[in-house]
């Protein structure tokens, strides 16, 4: 069984310009969850999906960011436009529905450089 | 606001030996606690969730205990082997899913 994968491995782009991140979640996994580590920092939670719906967004840092999930499968998330502090690891989780919801699998992450 | 704090950032350990590595937390009534392990360039891997009505969880040369008067859970490695070396991450959760991260310690067992 393939795990989840994310696209692309490592982004380096300069302030102001658009990055976009794919998430590819297990098949089956109805929750999908971002995460980002900023360097020195522990890893924070971004947000989480249910399927194609938002259930939590409190951990967005502002509106330049935006993720979605269309049709309830892979979920990208946009910074746009970035900036220097947006530099670190994007993670991206999935877990299944239901009591085995707590184990989620964490994909390999980007590493994103705003320079 | 909500703190995790793990005992050290790197701990070096004798293989051989039990590699005990610390969890604290304050401001946060977790229902649950979970170890993760990660390995450089790779993302956390989910080793073991323990409940907040729950002592101590096993699974093969890993124990976890949790103590929800003391704020703190200990993670053993029992028999440490050189391959056990990586940053060990403490999470804590409630019944929304949203986890909590400490920043991890680095362990490194030493042949």
């Known amino acids: 069984e393939a795990g989840v994968t994310q696209f692309p491995s490592h982004s380096v782009i300069e ?3 658009t990055v976009t991140l794919r998430c590819d979640p297990i098949s089956g996994h109805d929750n999908l ?3 980002r580590r900023v360097m020195g920092k522990e890893i924070k939670f971004l947000l989480h999906f249910v399927k194609e719906s938002k259930q939590d967004e409190s951990g967005m840092p502002n509106n330049r960011f935006l993720a979605e999930r269309t049709g309830g499968t892979y979920s990208t998330l946009k910074v746009q436009p970035a900036e220097l502090e947006d530099s670190g690891v ?4 999935s877990s299944q529905l239901g009591v085995s919801s707590y184990e989620q699998y964490f994909g390999p992450g980007t590493r994103l450089t705003v320079t | 606001s909500q703190k995790i704090e793990q ?13 005990t590595l610390t969890c604290n937390y304050t401001n946060y009534s977790p229902a649950y606690l979970q170890w993760y392990r990660q390995d450089p360039g790779r ?19 890993l124990k976890v205990t949790f103590d929800t008067t003391l704020k703190q859970s200990l993670f053993h490695i029992t028999a440490s082997q050189p391959a056990d ?4 991450l403490c999470a804590l959760l409630n019944r929304d899913d949203k986890i909590i991260f400490g920043k991890g310690t680095r362990l490194h067992i030493l042949p």
């Open chain 1, 15 to 17: 302030k102001g310009q």
């Open chain 1, 33 to 35: 969850y971002w995460y």
């Open chain 2, 7 to 19: 005992n050290s950032e790197a701990l070096n350990i004798q293989e051989g030996k039990t590699a």
């Open chain 2, 85 to 88: 070396s990586a940053t060990y």
């Open chain 2, 43 to 61: 993302g956390p891997v989910f080793l073991l969730l323990i409940r907040e009505n729950e002592k101590e969880k096993r699974k093969e040369r």
């Open chain 1, 90 to 93: 994007y993670f991206c989780a």
